[in-house]
């Protein structure tokens, strides 16, 4: 199969994003992205490819091919036996598997994202894949039903860290607290600035004010 430039950047968008995906998921998942360019060399990334003992090059599988004979035969309709299925790999070892074909231009399959959980794993290796190692930071994070929620939350946070500081003198307070929002991305959501403004009792300008303020101490540091 030829693949165009915009199926290869498909492709290569998939391979940044199965090395998060296998840090989520830890060691027992062994993660392959296929590109179907080449059959014989189908395997264009893989994580933790220990497990089969395969690398970059390898060929597509059996099961891959029945795949996509499927599609071929009857659609992508016919994938769905494919997305979660269990298996037994050549050594006798328990799997829960993903086939998930990948589109391109056209509405094309132009590759194949395959997920391997290794289910005979020691116990401790699943536990460390479920819970991490104990070395992961740990991250607060909100989950809002709207972007209101979102800006309340984080102007909630901010406050709480900025208004227990004493090294922050009072008249600096809400400077120092837009600070934060703005380092956490807040001011890209929309009507945020009336928002934090009406939540800190002054004006928008004052916000605005303080942004710009804001923005020549950065460019300052990285001159």
Do not use: W
């Not at 299925?85 to 231009?105: D, H, Q």
């Not at 309340?152 to 009072?170: E, N």
């Amino acid at each position: 199969m030829k693949l165009t430039k915009t199926d290869r950047a498909i492709i290569n968008s998939y391979a940044s994003m199965i090395e998060g995906l296998s840090v989520y998921l830890g060691s027992i998942c062994e993660i392959s992205l296929h590109s179907l360019e080449d059959y014989e060399h189908s395997v264009v990334k893989i994580m933790n490819g220990y497990h089969s003992g395969r690398s970059e090059g390898a060929p597509l599988t059996d099961l891959a091919l029945n795949m996509l004979k499927r599609i071929e035969d009857k659609g992508l309709a016919a994938t769905s036996s494919h997305i979660s299925y269990n298996a037994i790999n050549s050594m006798g070892e328990r799997l829960k598997s993903s086939t998930i074909p990948i589109i391109g231009e056209n509405n094309r399959v132009i590759g194949i994202l395959c997920i391997n959980m290794y289910l005979d794993s020691p116990l401790s290796e699943v536990l460390e894949s479920i819970t991490g190692s104990g070395t992961e930071p740990t991250e607060q994070e909100y989950f809002a039903t709207n972007t209101s929620d979102t800006i309340s939350q984080a102007i909630m946070a901010a406050r709480t860290q900025v208004m227990y500081d004493s090294s922050i003198s009072s008249v600096n307070k809400n400077k120092e607290l837009i600070r934060i929002l703005h380092d956490k991305g807040i001011f890209s959501i929309k009507n945020s600035i009336k928002q934090v403004a009406e939540a800190l009792g002054i004006s928008i300008n004052t916000v605005y004010l303080h942004l710009r303020s804001i923005t020549k101490d950065t460019e300052k540091q990285t001159d």
